[in-house]
């Protein structure tokens, strides 16, 4: 029996699936898939379905299951991408979105090498690449709508708690260890609280497709780029894309995404704010005014004002040494220069809200969250790099708007 298109993709099996001489009803498969991808684990998913579906598997049958539905996920977006840039992927919907928002950052997933045995062997970390595409409506304004920066980031303890997390968010791989990984992903930004903008509203999701995988930038960005068209975002008069300001975003961005709008996300932004500040001053609490005014120049489009200020205080420093330690603050000044240069075409933030545009990328760092809780975790090791793809793509269709996980019935 043939299996039914489901949103595009062809699932083996799908209409009865054989497992151990067992036969699984379409239903049922898709109510495995969905545990699978949910649960903290296969096992909490066996659970789970035995007490709420009535239905009986074992984690290893689950784990098969689910494997297999990611591996077709990942050729689907493979296959996808093909079409696109041969000009054969059709676009599937038929109105044209008034806003379209891609979000793209990044997350961390433990792996090993497969087919090496009982046991773990080689594991590492890797980088686990996440676009979140996305049809929103906002409302455009004549003029800026909040030419002021909210109370929130008016707020020193606010401010500072908010500069800490995202710091910690982004400590490189090679200066973490896996303790302080599993802590990054308990830490990050609040998306409701960062978008807590008083006179600024911030714009609204409509509907969000998802993508994960731990594919290299180029592969990553083709395969996106084909989501990005097969919804239609392609379209939208207005388009915007937001990444934290690492460079592989912007590479991303001016590869795949020219005619979107590119803006880094602001609270990034202010997260360096704050660390030149406390340099500077020597503490929080000297240095805290110069943030104030620094955040303010920011969301005022002034960043060139704010970079001035900065260089002009490293001038007057004694020359760096060769060896300088990275919590000198001059080089923690040096650092903050350099991001607020190599992104200020992507701060005008006052234009951002009169189009209408997101000024924060972190709807998307709220959905690595979601993500990280099913595949992270001191005893979660995947196959590199099949296994982390499978995993990735279930857990990415688990949090679309699509039908990607629904039976086509």
């Known amino acids: 029996m043939t299996a039914p298109n489901v949103g595009g993709l062809f699932f083996p099996h799908r209409d009865i699936t ?10 049922v498969y898709d109510k495995i898939v969905l545990a699978g991808a949910e649960a903290l684990s296969f096992r909490n998913a066996a659970r789970l379905l035995e007490r709420l579906a009535e239905v009986k598997f074992s984690s290893r ?16 977006q493979a296959e996808r991408a093909e079409q696109f840039f041969s000009g054969k992927l059709a676009c599937e919907v ?4 008034d806003l379209a928002v891609v979000e793209c950052d990044g997350g961390r997933i433990r792996t090993r090498q497969p087919d090496s045995g009982p046991g773990t062997h080689d594991p590492a970390w890797r980088e686990s690449k996440v676009g979140l595409c996305m049809r929103m409506t906002s409302e455009m304004h004549e003029h800026d709508p909040a030419p002021e920066p909210p109370e ?5 303890h606010y401010v500072s ?17 896996p303790g302080e990984a599993e802590a990054i992903s308990d830490n990050e930004p609040d998306a409701d609280d960062v978008h807590a903008v008083d006179e600024y509203k911030s714009p609204k999701r409509l509907m969000r497709t998802v993508l994960a995988s731990v594919d290299d930038i180029k592969t990553f960005g083709r395969k996106l780029a084909a989501e990005v068209h097969r ?17 592989c975003n912007w590479t991303l961005q001016k590869t795949f995404f020219p005619l979107f709008v590119a803006i880094v996300d602001f609270i990034h932004v202010i997260s360096y704010l704050y660390k030149a500040s406390v340099a500077i001053g020597e503490s929080e609490d000297f240095g805290w005014g110069l943030c104030a005014d620094w955040i303010r ?19 007057a420093q004694p020359a760096r040494p060769d060896d300088i330690s990275n919590d000198d603050p001059r080089e923690i000044v040096r650092v903050s220069i350099g991001y607020l240069k190599n992104n200020a075409s992507r701060m005008d933030y006052p234009s951002y809200r009169c189009q209408g545009l997101p000024l924060t990328s972190t709807l998307v760092e ?4 979601e993500i990280n809780y099913r595949v992270k975790g001191t005893e979660k090791f995947w196959n590199d790099p099949e296994g982390a793809n499978r995993i990735l793509a279930v857990k990415a269709a688990s949090l679309s708007d699509d039908s990607r996980l629904v039976p086509g019935w």
């Open 161 to 177: 708690k908010l500069a800490k997390e995202v710091a910690g968010a982004v400590i490189p791989e090679s200066e973490s260890d």
């Open 366 to 369: 709220s959905l690595i969250k």
């Open 152 to 156: 929130s980031l008016q707020n020193r």
């Open 61 to 76: 049958q689950i784990n098969r299951i689910v494997h297999e539905t990611g591996e077709q996920l990942h050729a689907e």
């Open 231 to 247: 919804k239609g975002l392609n379209q939208a008069p207005r388009k915007a894309f937001v990444g934290d300001g690492m460079p």
């Open 18 to 27: 054989k497992l151990n001489n067992r036969t699984i009803s379409p239903l």
């Open 297 to 315: 120049a920011c969301w005022q489009g002034r960043v060139t004002d704010v970079i001035r200020e900065l260089q002009e205080w490293l001038d």
């Open 94 to 97: 038929e109105n044209v979105p």
